[in-house]
């Protein structure tokens, strides 16, 4: 069962092959035997779980099922989920049962799907290895002693053991593509706006957009179906016609299926600079994942993003200019951690959050409180704003001249555990493909593209606005006829 | 530009996050190799250009201004560091 994709367990399912039950069981044995290695998870409850299994074969056996019901999903800890622990990866949170689930799980939980536990991530979604995570590391099955990408890096590291058929990742910077590259996954963060972002803890608000992780464009389809949708709790969800994402998904016909397709190859994603350029084996399997496209019908034009390189300068104002704002609401007072021992009400904030945060939030709130401070406000913040929509005019232009983008996801294939954990700016550096998508608001992909040295590289596909149902297409067309996002890491069947 | 050791404080000040001596050092370092980065924005002539704060340009939406949620304050309050009648407890702020 666990080499079957979404789709396939669902078609299982209806056809009473297995049980919701049975084939939640499974999962949960596989994360017993494996999460201790991986750490994945941070929560499991078996006994949650099962009951929804039950509920959905329930709902099954009343003919109420729909594709997603008794599928067991895993869900990135950022999203909170109604009786369950939701940490966020932080400390701070470190007893937060929420009293309410988010908008995602709301979906989730009426489609009959089974969460299977709540996994691992960055704390408070800062970072691109999962290392900031107060849980600890976790392990990229591909290579154990290498991170899997952040910060939805227990997501993917989940999916790829197969101790999950799917999760649910958020990505403000890059955070569901990078680690579906450095899993090989197929992830989406679909245009702002797109899934509500209710109930899902703020990082960086204008920025932060939830979507898919999974083997596949098709189970990637399947679960933005769910995910998807109006909600007037998010102030910034847009209330846009229902789209059937799956049914969108054609079927590979005739010799040339991409024929007219033009594929933007921006030349700032081509680019040899050693401090920010992709490794040489990277680009490689790009140029190969590019030369299959071509044969598949779709021809390719140079584009160029000039105000690209600015992103990653851009972003770390915005981002942590947000967060500050954000994260001033965890103060100890109405839930989360309180520290033990304060005089007064700011001894009791300051030391509440200096205990329960870690040293990446801490920086991040740090600078954002600087560039929003007193006199740096318009040298900062207000130039970062300015830059962010020279960056949005770039695709503007560059979406006149072709249908969709490519490029890699992630300068280079997943790096040793503790590498870039000392320094900062090197790990930022390494979403500088991705940050620029969140700054305009544009979806975007990855998908496997192929191996070097045993470890996987995802191609990154960013689309025009409201472009998932195409930008899914054109991934699925790919995975008809290629094989990797088939390939799982060795030790875990 | 970088910061000194003062600004730090001040901003962990602002911030509600205690730090100590050594801390501060070492997020001076931190935040000047951050800041190095971000300086680059600084060379861009931006006259002219209007920022941007967000992906969509949306108005924000109204609602009917009446009561949408339940009661909860149990449930609510279950989850607090300490709580009594009903409040939250900090420590007395106004004497």
């Known amino acids: 069962m666990i080499e079957h994709s979404v789709s396939a367990l669902s078609q299982a399912l209806a056809a009473r092959k297995i049980s919701s039950v049975e084939l939640t069981q499974l999962y949960l044995e596989r994360i017993a035997r494996h999460n201790p290695t991986i750490n994945a998870f941070i929560t499991v409850d078996a006994e949650k779980s099962l009951a929804q299994a039950r509920a959905a074969d329930q709902l099954r056996s009343i003919g109420q099922a729909g594709p997603l019901t008794g599928i067991p999903l895993a869900q990135k800890d950022i999203f909170c989920t109604r009786g369950w622990l939701t940490t966020c990866g932080s400390k701070i949170l470190g007893n937060f049962i929420s009293p309410y689930d988010a908008c995602v799980i709301e979906h989730f939980n009426s489609a009959g799907a089974v969460i299977l536990g709540k996994t691992n991530m960055d704390e408070f979604a800062m970072g691109s290895s999962n290392e900031t995570s107060y849980y600890g590391a976790v392990n990229n099955p591909w290579d154990m002693e290498r991170v899997p990408g952040g910060s939805s890096g227990g997501s993917a590291a989940a999916v790829a053991a197969r101790l999950a058929p799917a999760a649910t990742g958020t990505d403000t910077g890059g955070s569901i593509r990078q680690p579906a590259a450095l899993c090989n996954l197929t992830g989406l963060k679909p245009t702002y706006g797109v899934v509500s972002r209710y109930g899902m803890i703020a990082f960086a608000s204008s920025l932060d957009q939830a979507g898919p992780m999974a083997h596949s464009a098709e189970d990637c ?34 010799e040339k299926p991409l024929a007219g397709l033009k594929i933007g190859l921006p030349k700032e994603f081509f680019g040899t600079d050693e401090r920010s350029g992709c490794s040489p084996e990277v680009m490689q399997l790009v140029e190969a994942a590019l030369a299959e496209y071509r044969k598949l ?45 304060y005089g007064d009400l700011n001894e009791m904030y300051a030391r509440s959050r200096a205990q329960g945060f870690g040293a990446e939030v801490k920086r991040r709130i740090l600078i954002g409180t600087y560039v929003l401070s007193h006199g740096y406000y318009d040298a900062y913040y207000l130039q970062a704003q300015r830059i962010r929509r020279l960056i949005a005019n770039d695709f503007v232009a560059a979406f006149s001249q072709c249908d969709v983008i490519m490029g890699p996801t992630s300068p280079s294939t997943a790096f040793k555990l503790g590498e870039k954990a000392a320094d900062p700016v090197q790990m930022y550096l390494s979403d500088i493909y991705t940050i620029a998508v969140n700054l305009a608001g544009l979806p975007g992909m990855s998908i496997p593209c192929g191996f070097c040295k045993g470890l996987p590289a995802g191609l990154q596909l960013i689309g025009d606005y409201f472009s998932e149902a195409r930008l899914l297409d054109i991934a699925h067309r790919y995975q008809t006829v290629t094989g990797w996002h088939l390939q799982h890491p060795a030790g875990f069947d | ?31 000047n190799g951050i800041f190095t980065l971000i300086e680059a924005m600084q060379a861009v002539d931006t006259r002219g ?31 607090a560091p300490e709580t009594e009648a009903g409040l939250y407890l900090v420590p007395k702020v106004i004497e």
């Open chain 1, 297 to 341: 019908g779709a021809e390719s034009v140079d584009i160029s993003l000039p105000n690209m390189k600015l992103s990653v300068p851009a972003y770390y104002v915005i981002a942590p200019a947000e967060a500050s704002s954000n994260l001033s609401r965890f103060d100890g007072v109405r839930y989360g951690y309180r520290a033990p021992e």
């Open chain 1, 221 to 254: 389809a399947l679960l933005l179906n769910t995910m998807a949708g109006f909600d007037e709790r998010d102030s910034t969800s847009l209330d846009r016609p229902r789209e059937d994402f799956s049914a969108q998904l054609k079927a590979a016909t005739g």
């Open chain 2, 49 to 79: 250009v209007e920022p941007m704060a967000h992906a969509q340009d949306l108005a924000q939406r109204l609602r009917p201004d009446c009561v949408t949620e339940e009661n909860r304050r149990a449930d609510f309050q279950a989850i």
């Open chain 2, 1 to 31: 530009m970088s910061l000194t050791l003062e600004q730090v404080r001040r901003v962990a000040h602002l911030a509600r996050i205690e730090v100590s001596d050594a801390e501060a050092e070492a997020t001076l370092g931190h935040l």
